[in-house]
């Protein structure tokens, strides 16, 4: 299972591993960090990232989360349900979530990435782990007043998702390791394959402090 450790300590080896401007790789060394330009999804611009933030809802919030992506959910569910019992309804309410460090960028990805890349490589995030998982959890609509699930929570409040773009290509290097396949591949894949409602964005924590500015306010998890 790749735990949170295990990102860290591969994304700290593959920086300080990087090679200096004008070296030779040496062979066998490990990949190099995204470069500047790679740091800038493809298709990202401001427009983009401004329109799905622009409402005129008077309540937006966001959530934050870098290993517990259902619990984040289930707060989004639960704030929506507090607001409606309240005579607020949801369109009132805006929702957004960061998936900005770890393995809770896994969860931005859709059931094909899971069966290809996640679950092939024993990177199932531990909260979800003993579940025996065939797909993304976050993508099962499970109906009822309390379900946290991505189609109910955009079907709700047209909640926006966005994916860190650094942390997938730590993860993408991750995999490939494991696949035995080129990380540039991989990132293409999980790139292409994003759930609904979600966009990739320069560096996740980036996205926290600009979703901020946009008069979101933030609930972090972990």
């Known amino acids: 299972m790749q735990t949170r450790g295990d990102f860290l300590t591969t994304a700290g080896a593959l920086a300080a591993l990087a090679p200096t401007p004008g070296a030779t790789p040496q062979a066998g060394a490990p990949p190099a960090p995204p470069s500047m330009e790679e740091v800038l999804p493809r298709g990202f611009d401001l427009a983009t990232f401004d329109a799905a933030l622009s409402t005129p809802a008077k309540h937006k919030h966001l959530f934050a989360c870098i290993t517990e992506a259902t619990v984040a959910l ?5 704030t929506l349900n507090a607001y ?33 890349y996640v679950i092939p ?93 946009r008069q979101y306010t933030l609930l972090q998890f972990a």
């Open 84 to 116: 409606h019992v309240l005579g607020v309804p949801a369109s009132a309410v805006a929702p957004a979530v960061v998936f900005y460090h770890g393995v809770s960028v896994l969860y931005g990805f859709d059931d094909a990435m899971w069966s290809r």
């Open 121 to 213: 490589t024993n990177s199932v995030p531990a909260s979800d782990s003993k579940a025996k998982l065939t797909s993304n959890p976050i993508l099962k609509k499970k109906g009822g007043d309390w379900d946290g699930s991505v189609p109910a929570l955009i079907a709700s409040a047209n909640a926006h998702f966005f994916i860190c773009n650094l942390a997938t290509h730590g993860h993408a290097t991750l995999i490939a390791k494991q696949l035995h396949l080129p990380a540039k591949d991989v990132y293409e894949d999980l790139a292409s394959h994003l759930i609904p409602n979600a966009m990739l964005v320069p560096a996740g924590v980036w996205a926290i402090h600009a979703i901020q500015e």
């Open 74 to 78: 289930s707060a989004t569910r639960s």
